[in-house]
């Protein structure tokens, strides 16, 4: 026999609510796990500076909210290294050839990186798994 978290009255092992006091008994399978503790969230919040992502990826293998920010951030840093590559490439040729604002003007695009990661951030601090907009659709861990 189980007893209420409410009333403390004995009740059957498998109700969902209390006869007695009508108090919920337990949370159902998905709404625990859509709980997420303080060491998700931490390790969700890792997921979007840079090179730390990493320790998400392997130390948070098994928690969904984590691993699901942990794509989120790679997916980001991924598009932060190209995108540095490819800007300073075209940077550079532009530079040589006396058009240095292009080269400015691509790295002043660098800012909406830094507005993906600080959505990612805000949303895992809320414990939301939401996608970062135009690069959240992309999934590479499973």
Known sequence: MAFCGQC???IEENQNFCPFCGA???ESPAAAEEKV???DKLMAVLSYFGLLVLIPIFA?????????????GLVLFIVELAWGI?????GGIFAVLG???V??????????LLVLAIIGIVNAC??????LPVIGKFQILN
Request: charged share 35%; glycine share 18%.
């Open 8 to 10: 403390g009255k004995e």
């Open 24 to 26: 919920s008994q337990g």
């Open 37 to 39: 503790g303080g060491d």
């Open 60 to 72: 948070a293998k098994e928690r969904p909210f984590a691993r699901f920010h942990a794509n989120q």
């Open 86 to 90: 490819v800007s300073g490439i075209v």
């Open 99 to 101: 058009f240095g604002i």
């Open 103 to 112: 080269g400015e003007l691509l790295e002043l695009a660098e800012l909406l």
């Open 126 to 131: 809320k414990g939301e798994k939401k996608e």
